[in-house]
């Protein structure tokens, strides 16, 4: 087997986070993965790098700037207020605002794009980052355990040097991120092999099949419980071979979620470590650009042993390593076998019983029969690197604050004047229905049912037990009004007590923010709803 140059990015501090007590996932896993790496010597074979972690500004290239600016300053203490009771930003139990959570991020987004530009400059065909893969995360909340979408940072990445990407997804869950981000657009095809059902996140069906240039560049192929490695091969092999010979992608991004192994505590599908490591070697076979990122996997010690091989099968030694694990610092975690594999069980295997898998397999070479060729880009310049940089922009901001330039109040401000004006000019008046919600983009969206990852169902979100933010921004709309009668301003809930002359406004201007004596008027003869 031929030799590739492989990219291995990991930072040491990754292992350092926690989700919370109890929460099964585990970022801790990527550290027993790494010293088992080690214990194997493959970092020798391999340039280990770490990467550097993602700004605020890079993540911006997806996520809105309300949502990072959100992710930058939540803390457990502050989450309730800020995520407004739970309605925006992070709902429900999934996605719990840990102490150094956008330090996390930065490390999973940060692999994904350093991965990703590796792979562009050409200095390596495979380039691996464990700690990302978090693809359920959308442009402006979190979801399934996954904060910030690397997946979608590294595509982004890899589209400034290659006309089309393809993104495959082997977790048990539907990747709705990635598939959301690019729905639209030939660019990009996406393929996800995921179990559909009453499951999370509800998605993935084979009519999702893209939108206006993106139509059949969206591929899902829902699956049953207990699938095992023959019958996933049967699926995976003639779709992605068909896919390839017709799309023709510049670069694959592999999402190897190991929640599809046999065993997992979320998962339900029946794959051994071997039947799941054959995407990689399958992919590998191709000899085009490739990036292995991480993603679900919830039994630490099967996530481990699947994303070791994984790494040995990028470096093509996978039948050189021995099948006995060698001693290394989480050894004992490997009991009572001590040996890199993960079984299949004694699931029955619904997608052969009852001959669901092949009209799945058909209907997904029938959508992919439609295309007639691959896309093409129209021929341009593409630099290699950002503008901002290419000009000196990019300045650190410990330089720039020493430099007497701009300081964060400056940048919070000029964000902020572009989120009101923007809103101003797209007409953010009040013609919005209550289930509008608009971003620093001008975009707005509205609510959807979302689902959690731990129960399989749906969250309800309230809207009239915890408003949230304002929705559809009402500028300059107050409650007091002119009534002519009396000749002065009325408040909406004051009652007409007869002739009153102007300064009965002042007197309860001055009345505001202390004590009022009975019949006074309080704060909320001020407010209806809305701001004075």
Partial sequence: MSKRRVAYYYDGDVGSYTYGLGHPMKPHRMRVTHDLVSAYGMLDKMHVLRPKRASPESMTAFHTDEYIHFLNRVTPETAEE???????????????AFEGVFEFCSISAGGSISAAQRIASGAADIAINWAGGLHHAKKREASGFCYINDIVLGILELLRTYPRVLYIDIDCHHGDGVE????TTDRVMTCSFHKFGEYFPGTGTQEDRGRGKGRNYTVNIPLKDGITDEA????????????MEIYRPGAVVLQCGADSLAGDKLGCFNLTMNGHA??????????????????????????????????????????????????????????PRYRLEVPENNMDD??????????????????LAQLPCAPSVGMHEVPREGLGRHLGLEVAEEE??????????????????RFVY???ETGGGSDESDDERYDSDGSSYRRRKRMSILSNRFINVDPDVAKGPPRGRRFFKSAARWDGTYGRVRLGKEPVLG???GTRLAEMMEGVGRCTPSGDVTMDDWEDGTSV
């Fill in 350 to 367: 619904l997608n052969v019983r009852d001959g669901s898998l092949d009209k799945v397999r058909l209907t997904a070479l029938q959508q």
């Fill in 400 to 417: 720039t604050d020493e430099d007497g330039g701009t300081d964060d109040l400056d940048r919070r401000l000029a964000q902020h004047s």
């Fill in 422 to 424: 923007k809103l101003q």
């Fill in 180 to 183: 959301e981000a690019f729905y």
């Fill in 232 to 243: 996933f091969q049967r699926v995976f092999e003639p779709i992605i071979n068909k896919i």
């Fill in 278 to 335: 054959h995407c990689a070697q399958y992919l590998r076979a191709f000899n085009v650009p490739l990036i292995l990122l991480g993603g679900g996997g919830y039994t630490v010690k099967n996530v481990a042993r699947t994303w070791t091989y994984e790494t040995a099968c990028a470096l093509g030694i996978e039948n050189d390593i021995d099948p006995n694990l060698p001693w290394n610092e989480y050894f004992e975690w490997f009991g």
């Fill in 82 to 96: 800020l995520t407004y009771h739970g309605t925006r930003f992070l709902m429900g139990e999934d996605n719990p």
């Fill in 499 to 501: 002739s009153m002359n």
